[in-house]
Each structure stands twice: as structure tokens, then as C-alpha cells.
């Protein structure tokens, strides 16, 4: 098959398939190419190597094999240059290179057929390349023995030698050479020559190093003279840098309150780093090593305020209700004035984006009097992040809750551990598991650090978590964690919150003396026509930029009108419409998703064909189970003759296909636009539903009430049916939100056909 992709131009490194490499741009013609590979290519780009190694190649000096790789991940930094990481996929042939763009090359590839070797021969030769790679792993004590279980479990030759060639050192000619290389049989020759002469020269090293050993009487005798020099040196204050260093480190480390343990381990690497010489590159390791171990607060705590009024004052001064948080932070400061032991909970918060997860985790610190630190999780999948890497590597750091001790210089912080959701779970680990270690009281109090080496006591630390959806928390984590539920806000809410909170804050940002003049009603207008969402995080924005443009344009009346906000915020961002319903088969229902509660139509649609079910709208499993739960609800029960589903095709669609459906909360709302349709009678555009459905009719309770039902207030619903067992969630609903919508309990969706469809039109 032939094909184009962008071409990524690698100078002195060579990708093989299976590979995965590490790079980090900063030119913008690479950062260009990666862009576009991603939106227009799938991900993919040719990767080649120069055949030249002049500083300046032309498309001539490119060779005629590439290899295809896959964009695996990619990182903008700060620092404006883009982490990215590349997975060879395979080899192709490079039919001829053009000029996509300026200075981006792209090539015109087909895919290589590589010939079959035949069975024994490659047995044979796989065999030989295997036992020659343990031999030379064996003759270097040095090598990792990694590699064998991954050659012993692939028996494609391919893979072995492009495997192989990744793992030893060679020259970036070499690897270059076996890249273009497409006989795998070729390739397998040459690699057990380049083994076998890496053989002979780890050989020809261990006949030198017994050569050494000879001499090392001699050595000995130049290292007693060589510090006989160091002390004339240190007499003479030449080298009184070193010597007041290692003062320091031992003052510190005799500052420290720690087990004798971890304070003879330290000692060691004091005594160690006196006895390496300055100009080694190992002195600078364990330098970093002891900077970092004797800066941590081993003993050092914030004094916690523990005055119940005080922290509820600072939280009620800073957030508008959240009061569930608020009482569990005022229930853990009074039984801390009874048991000073205590443990401090492991608290998180689940809810939609801008609801306030993250700021009232910091006003919870600021009102204890503790130092606090934000680690965002979101897509993290490898566990050393959060516990650090063992310092023989090379560039090795402390984990991200070391560090975050460390800046914090108290061993009793709040620790905020942000979107546990978005967790990722592979081959690289776990670290789902691995924070539960770090969470749990019983564990953490002997928490090891990779890099540290020694226990760290964590069990003072407040750590809070945060997610958006609580069915996504890894279950490893959920049984340990005190789960609070921060609900959307309603109107009512946000307007609260505006007056007392968002504008004073503005104020407050933009030094102003005079103040803004805006009704309950204007407020609502803007929440209810530029903003839409769950929390007040756009309501933030679209008030800051509302003061920025009044108080600069406006000379002296300040107040705030809906032609104001129309004309400063430009086009509204927020139009739904419930539309009138005008045919039969669709209904309203009420769903709730991460970011919020929302309205959205089900429309049924039904006509000749082969008997079959269609189901579209990106709609889950246990959506399309509602449905076929549904259908067999509706001819058990008679409502229609079962004779209407005989070669018929019946058609379920939600609207807003771009949004993932979940869940089983739209059963009697699926349920009642298949009897619509069926019984071609119309559901009013002022009803919607939520609740479950089963086989008998029974209605189940279902989450999100209090999000479902201002997503039914915003869209002017007056109706709602709601399953029985919801009904002490009502007690959550703001009294205007309750006095505008007729609220419906029901158990049994036989109610709600008695209620909407005429019973004469069944016994037509």
C-alpha cells in the first residue's frame, strides 16, 4: 500500500520498530510536523536518519528506508519546547521525498513484504542469536539481564534482532546500517558478530583489570601520600571549602530527630563523600543526595490551629456553602482537641469542574495553619513519579510527595492530590495502587521514597483527593477514601455567590473605589445566556472581563443593564432552547454527566424492514441494555400489540451524539418515547424523565438528582417524573427551583402511562 507521511529528520539517533525513544523539540518546524501528523496523519510520521553526519544534509543524503512511528504521547512545557514520546512501528520504503510546506519534507512510502524465512533455517538461526546474547550478558556482570525474557517469548525473528540492536551499545552507524537492513537473516549474522567482538572486548577488560589489581600496593601507597598532601592542604586552609561542607552536613544531620537507623545511613554518605575526590562525578551525586535527605523536615511540624470557630470562620469567609466539607474539616478539628493522636482523614472531593474542589482544599490548609501543595495525577501512569527513582540512574530525583514535603519544609502539610480519576493504569505500573501506600495511615507512617532510601513518617499529612466522576475512581483507592459529593450550583446559588464572593473579589484585583450596580435579575440573565456549566469557573471570567470593559468605558454610571452585558461579552455562548414537540416519539430526559446535569431529547422512530433495533448517539452498554429492557417491559404489559414490532425497525437516538452516554438513568425515558411513537401520541416538551426501568416497570432510584433538576429549571420544564426512592434528595433543592417544577414520585411506570397516554387509544 502506498501513502504519504511528514518526515521527521533525526540527526545522530536512529528508531527501530518496537522502539520507543524520548525527545524534547525546540526547533518550530519539528514542533509544526508533529502538529500535523497528529491532526491530519493519525499520529503517524516517517522517521529518518541522515546517511551523512555533516551538519548541514539535503533530502539526497536521506535514506531510502524509513520507519513508520507512532506519536504516543506529547507534552508542551513551559519553557515552550514540546516532550514527546515516539514508538517505532515498522520499516517502509521511501518511494521519493518532496517539500510539504516551506521547510517540512514529506515522502511518498509503500509497505515492506518481507520474505518468509524458512522454518528450520530461522529456528536454527534464532536459536544461535539467543545463546550468543547470553553469553555476552553473562561476560558483562555490568549488562541487565532485561532483555532475555523478552527474546525468549517472541519467536519472530524480526522483532528479535530490530529487540536486540535496541538493547546493546552501538554506534549510531550501526544502528543506522540495521535499520535499512531488511533481510532479518542479515541482520541476525551481524548481530552475533558485533556480540561475540563485545564478548572479546569485555574479555580483553577483565585480563586488564587483573593486570590492575597487581598494582594496586603501589596505588595504596599513592593514596596515603596523596593524603598526607590533603592534610598540608587543610593546614594551610587551601581546602577548607571540602572541609566546611562536610561541617555543615554533620551539623544538620546532628539537628535531626530520626531513628538511629536512617541517621547512621546518612553518616555513612557524609563519611563517604570525604573519602571521594572533589574532581569526581560521584562526589556531586552524593552531595545532591545529602542536600536533599538533610533539608527534609524530619521533625518539623506547622502548629495546627485546632480553634473549631476560627476554621469555620476562615472557610465560610473564603467559599459559599460546600457545608458537607465544612463539617467534616470542623468534626476532625474537635475530635483532634480529644485525641491529639489522631489520624487525619483521607477526604475526596468529587465534582464537576469549577465547583470549587481545588480552592476550598487550600482554604481548608489556610484555616488549619498548614503549608499546602497541589500534585495533579491526571494521566500519570508510572508509579515512580509519585515515589521517586533509586539513584544509580542517572538524573535520579525524589518522588512527587517528597518533593512536595520538601517546598512544604513541614512534615504536616495538606497535600492535594488532584483529578485520582484520570489515574492511568499500564505496563509501566500501577500508581493506584502505590497511592494507596502513600494514603494509607497504617502504611504511610514507613513511607519509602526510591531516592530517599529511608522511612519517612506521612501520617501527619491532610491529604485531600479530587475527581469529576466518582464511577472512574480506581477501585484500589475507593474503599479507603471519605467520598464527598459537591453538587452543581443552581441560579439561585451563582447569583449568591456573584454578590458576595466573585465581585467583591474583582473589586478587590482591580483596586476599585466605586462599585458595579447589577439586580438579581441581570445576574441571571448572564449566568443563564454566557455561561453553562456546573461550577462558576466561566462566571468568574465573564464578570472580570464585564467590570474590565464597564469601569474603562464608563464614566460615571455604573450600572450594569442586559444591553451592557450584550454588548461587552458579544454573542451568547449559552442558546439552548427546549423546543416545542410537535410528532410523537420524543421526550425529554434528564442525564448527568461530569460536568453537570443537562436536558437532551430521545427520539424514536419506527418503519418497515427487517425485525432489528437500531440504537445511535454514542450510547454506552448499559444504555442499550435500558432499551432492551424497555421494549420488553412495554410487550409483556400489553401496552402495544406485539404484532407492531413484526418486521419493523425501530430506531432509538439521543441528541448531541458528540457527548458519551453512560448509564441506566434514562430507562423511563427511553420507555416512554418507544410508546409515544407507538401509540403516535405526543410527551409535551414540558415533561422529562429520569429513572431506572425494570423488566416488571418498577422505577429505581437513580444519582444526580439535584443536577438534573436545575438542568430541567434552566430548560423550562415544569414536569419531572422522578423515581419514589429519590425523594429525601428534594430536601438539597433550592425552594425556587422546587416551586417552579412539578415534581412526580413514582414507582411503577404504570403511573406514568395512566398519566400521559389515553387509554382508548391502546384499545384501538
Not at 432499551?627 to 404484532?643: D, F, L, P, R
Not at 432509538?652 to 458528540?658: K, S, T
Request: proline content about 3%; aromatic content about 6%.
Amino acid at each position: 500500500m502506498d501513502y504519504t507521511l511528514l518526515v521527521m529528520i533525526l540527526k545522530d539517533l536512529v528508531i527501530l520498530p518496537f522502539q520507543e525513544i524520548k525527545l524534547e523539540l525546540k526547533d518550530e518546524i519539528s514542533k509544526q510536523i508533529i502538529k500535523i501528523s497528529s491532526k491530519q496523519y493519525n499520529n503517524r510520521v516517517l522517521v529518518a536518519s541522515p546517511l551523512t553526519l555533516e551538519e548541514s544534509s539535503s533530502v539526497e543524503d536521506l535514506p531510502k528506508v524509513g520507519v513508520v512511528a507512532y506519536i504516543k504521547s506529547k507534552i508542551e512545557l513551559p519553557n515552550g519546547n514540546l516532550r514527546l514520546t515516539l514508538r517505532g512501528e515498522k520499516r517502509v520504503r521511501i518511494i521519493k521525498y518532496d517539500v510539504f510546506s516551506s521547510d517540512i519534507t514529506d515522502a511518498y512510502i509503500t509497505d515492506i513484504i518481507i520474505p518468509k524465512l524458512e522454518s528450520t533455517s530461522e529456528e536454527v538461526i534464532r536459536n544461535k542469536l539467543r545463546e550468543t546474547l547470553n553469553n555476552y550478558i553473562t561476560s558483562s556482570p555490568s549488562i541487565s539481564n532485561s532483555i532475555l525474557k523478552t527474546v525468549n517469548d517472541n519467536d519472530d525473528l524480526n522483532f528479535l534482532t530490530d529487540a536486540i540492536t535496541t538493547f546493546i551499545p552501538l554506534k549510531t552507524s550501526q544502528k543506522l546500517a540495521y535499520m535499512q537492513e531488511l533481510n532479518s537473516e542479515k541482520r541476525a549474522i551481524s548481530l552475533m558478530r558485533d556480540l561475540n567482538k563485545e564478548i572479546k572486548y569485555g574479555e580483553l577488560e577483565e585480563k586488564i583489570a587483573n593486570n590492575v589489581e597487581v598494582k594496586l600496593t603501589k596505588e595504596q601507597e599513592e593514596y596515603y601520600l596523596k593524603e598526607k598532601i590533603k592534610e598540608i592542604e587543610n593546614s594551610l586552609g587551601i581546602n577548607n571549602k571540602v572541609n566546611t561542607e562536610i561541617k555543615n552536613y554533620l551539623d544538620k544531620l546532628a539537628s535531626l530527630d530520626i531513628a538511629k537507623k536512617t541517621h547512621d545511613k546518612f553518616l555513612e554518605e557524609i563519611n563517604r563523600l570525604q573519602r571521594i575526590p572533589e574532581s569526581s562525578p560521584e562526589s556531586t551525586v552524593v552531595s545532591t543526595y545529602l542536600n536533599t535527605v538533610l533539608s527534609l523536615p524530619w521533625n518539623k511540624k506547622s502548629k495546627e490551629n485546632l480553634n473549631s470557630k476560627s476554621v469555620l470562620s476562615i472557610l465560610n469567609k473564603s467559599h459559599y456553602g460546600l457545608d458537607e466539607v465544612k463539617e467534616r474539616i470542623e468534626d476532625y478539628v474537635n475530635v483532634k482537641n480529644i485525641n491529639p493522636t489522631l489520624h487525619s482523614p483521607i477526604i475526596c472531593l468529587v465534582g464537576p469542574p469549577g465547583v470549587g474542589k481545588t480552592t476550598i482544599s487550600e482554604s481548608i490548609a489556610n484555616s488549619l495553619n498548614r503549608e499546602f501543595y497541589k500534585i495533579s495525577v491526571g494521566g500519570l501512569n508510572d508509579s515512580t513519579e509519585l515515589v521517586g527513582t533509586r539513584r544509580t540512574y542517572l538524573g535520579a530525583l525524589p518522588g512527587k510527595i517528597i518533593q512536595a514535603i520538601k517546598k512544604c519544609n513541614t512534615n504536616n502539610p495538606v497535600i492535594l492530590i488532584d483529578e485520582v480519576d484520570k489515574m492511568v493504569k499500564d505496563y509501566k505500573g500501577d500508581p493506584a495502587s502505590t497511592l494507596l501506600d502513600i494514603l494509607d495511615s497504617n502504611q504511610n507512617k514507613y513511607f519509602i521514597d526510591n531516592y530517599v532510601e529511608e522511612a519517612f513518617d506521612l501520617s501527619d499529612v491532610l491529604f485531600i483527593l479530587t475527581a469529576n466522576d466518582e464511577d472512574l475512581i480506581p477501585h484500589t483507592l475507593y474503599d479507603r477514601l471519605e467520598i464527598i459529593n459537591l453538587a452543581s450550583y443552581s441560579v439561585f446559588e451563582k447569583i449568591d455567590m456573584a454578590k458576595k464572593y466573585i465581585l467583591p473579589a474583582i473589586y478587590d484585583e482591580f483596586n476599585l473605589t466605586k462599585k458595579l450596580v447589577m439586580k438579581d435579575e441581570t445576574i441571571a440573565y448572564l449566568i443563564n445566556n454566557y455561561t453553562k456549566e456546573a461550577g462558576v469557573r466561566n462566571l468568574k471570567k465573564a464578570l472580570r472581563t464585564l467590570v474590565a470593559k464597564i469601569i474603562t468605558s464608563k464614566k460615571d454610571n455604573y450600572t450594569v443593564t442586559n444591553l451592557d452585558i450584550n454588548k461587552y461579552l458579544k454573542n451568547p455562548t449559552n442558546n439552548y432552547v427546549n423546543k416545542e414537540i410537535l410528532e410523537s416519539g420524543i421526550v425529554n430526559a434528564l442525564a448527568y454527566t461530569s460536568y453537570g446535569g443537562i436536558t437532551l431529547r430521545v427520539e424514536c422512530a419506527m418503519y418497515n424492514g427487517e425485525e432489528k433495533i437500531l440504537v445511535t448517539g454514542s450510547l454506552g452498554d448499559v444504555l442499550k441494555e435500558s432499551i432492551e429492557v424497555a421494549i420488553s417491559y412495554i410487550k409483556e404489559k400489553g401496552y402495544v400489540s406485539s404484532t407492531m414490532f413484526y418486521n419493523r425497525i425501530l430506531h432509538i437516538h439521543m441528541l448531541d451524539g458528540g457527548t458519551k452516554k453512560e448509564g441506566p438513568s434514562s430507562g423511563v425515558a427511553i420507555t416512554s418515547a418507544i410508546l409515544s411513537k407507538l401509540l403516535e401520541q405526543k410527551v409535551p416538551e414540558t415533561i422529562a424523565f429520569t429513572g431506572e426501568i425494570t423488566l416488571k416497570g418498577e422505577i429505581l432510584k437513580v444519582g444526580g438528582i439535584k443536577e438534573k433538576l436545575v438542568a430541567a429549571y434552566n430548560a423550562n420544564v415544569k414536569t419531572v417524573y422522578l423515581p419514589l426512592d429519590n425523594s429525601s434528595d428534594l430536601t438539597e433543592i433550592p425552594a425556587p427551583i422546587l416551586e417552579k417544577l412539578e415534581i412526580k414520585l413514582v414507582d411503577n411506570y404504570e403511573t406514568i402511562f395512566n398519566d400521559l397516554f389515553k387509554k382508548e387509544e391502546l384499545e384501538k
